[in-house]
């Protein structure tokens, strides 16, 4: 299979901004309006970009779920999604992981998560590779509603250290 057949889309998304802990688990905290606001951007962001997951894989806590939902009434979509506790609880490496058990034979994954995993994963996959723009925009910080663009090419069971190429970095407000 050729390299062109064989490429991959990673987005890698922050959830959006949440309300402080204040006698809430963390795990059950909500977004605030603003962070619905956020949300709905990036949805829309995606939209505009062509950017069409075939898979989300979304953290189980409530703050990511309210932020796929938000991004899909501001535009985003997605054939399948997957709530994974994984990518709650824990690190680089479990996140990495669910990824290459998941992800099976599409072509674009989305996953929505928590800092400072997307930072580092981020990071981690690209190892600086790609466009400089992106970079110098996630060196500023991956902030709440932030959506970095990945291209990988590759079986997502390979996916691993430095095989990635950060495209875009992009901060959704709205």
């Not at 390299?3 to 949440?18: F, V």
């Not at 994974?84 to 669910?98: C, M, N, P, Q």
């Not at 590759?154 to 709205?174: K, N, Y």
Request: aromatic letters at 6%; charged letters at 25%.
């Amino acid at each position: 299979m050729s390299s062109a057949a064989r490429e991959k889309t990673l987005i890698l998304m922050r959830h959006s901004t949440a309300e402080s802990g204040s006698g809430k688990s963390d795990h059950d905290r909500e977004l605030i309006a603003r962070g619905r606001r956020d949300a709905t951007a990036a949805g829309a962001w995606l939209k505009e970009q062509g950017l069409v997951p075939d898979l989300v894989i979304c953290s189980t806590s409530l703050r990511t779920r309210q932020t796929w939902d938000a991004a899909a009434k501001g535009g985003a979509h997605a054939e399948f999604v997957e709530f994974r506790k994984s990518v709650y609880v824990g690190g680089v490496d479990e996140a990495l992981e669910t990824i290459r058990e998941d992800a099976g034979e599409t072509a674009s994954v989305l996953v929505i998560g928590h800092n400072p995993t997307m930072a580092q994963l981020t990071s981690l996959l690209t190892d600086g590779d790609g466009s400089r723009r992106a970079h110098e925009a996630l060196a500023k910080g991956f902030a709440t509603s932030g959506v970095a663009v990945l291209r990988y090419a590759g079986d997502w069971a390979d996916i691993d250290w430095g095989s990635c190429e950060l495209q875009r970095f992009h901060v959704s407000r709205g």
